[in-house]
């Protein structure tokens, strides 16, 4: 790791965040999926009425019914060590992230680390939708992203500097990223 994105007299942009796979090291769909059908597993069928409506109804829907313990979920503990030291250092942070507005909310107020959250609400924000979501906000090449999966592929392309984290070494170079945290 090193730190060249913080040297000059200009503040470096803002650093966006993903959630699934990058801050935390599993999906929170899937975790809390899983935990949802555990509880009653004639929720199964429910899931798949909900998946009909898309992506984003059914994240938002297990969000309502599941409650998570932010204490035990697999922080990517390097990471957000370094995510610690940029706030510190007056660095803007955002979380950017496909999961449910209500489990992104509730997560960034537990650190209490990030300045601004985007998250799913009636589009499922990932991918190109995060793209042009994050384009519209702060310009082309206006911020920073740190992403873990081939589906911010979108993302990195519209940043200034690519974050990989937790993510394969093949992708981490497809995308040139400037900071690589395994």
């Not at 769909?29 to 069928?45: D, T």
């Not at 093949?170 to 690589?180: D, G, H, M, P, Q």
């Amino acid at each position: 790791m090193n730190d060249d994105m913080n040297k000059g007299s200009t503040p470096p942009p803002v650093l966006v965040v993903d959630l699934d796979g990058t801050l935390i090291r599993n999906d929170l769909m899937l975790s809390s999926g899983w935990k949802l059908c555990k509880k009653n597993p004639l929720y199964i069928f429910l899931l798949y009425g909900w998946l009909c409506k898309g992506r984003a109804w059914t994240k938002n829907k297990i969000a309502e019914r599941v409650h998570l313990d932010w204490h035990s979920l697999s922080y990517n503990k390097k990471f957000l060590a370094w995510l610690t030291e940029q706030k510190r250092n007056g660095r803007i942070l955002v979380m950017a992230t496909g999961s449910s507005h209500l489990y992104a909310t509730t997560l960034a107020k537990h650190l209490n680390l990030f300045d601004h959250v985007l998250a799913t609400q009636k589009e499922n924000l990932i991918g190109n939708c995060k793209a042009a979501v994050l384009t519209e906000k702060y310009g082309r090449g206006g911020f920073d992203y740190a992403g873990n999966s081939r589906q911010d592929i979108a993302v990195w392309r519209c940043a200034r500097h690519a974050i990989a984290v937790n993510c394969r070494p093949y992708l981490a170079n497809k995308v040139r990223a400037t900071l690589y945290f395994e």
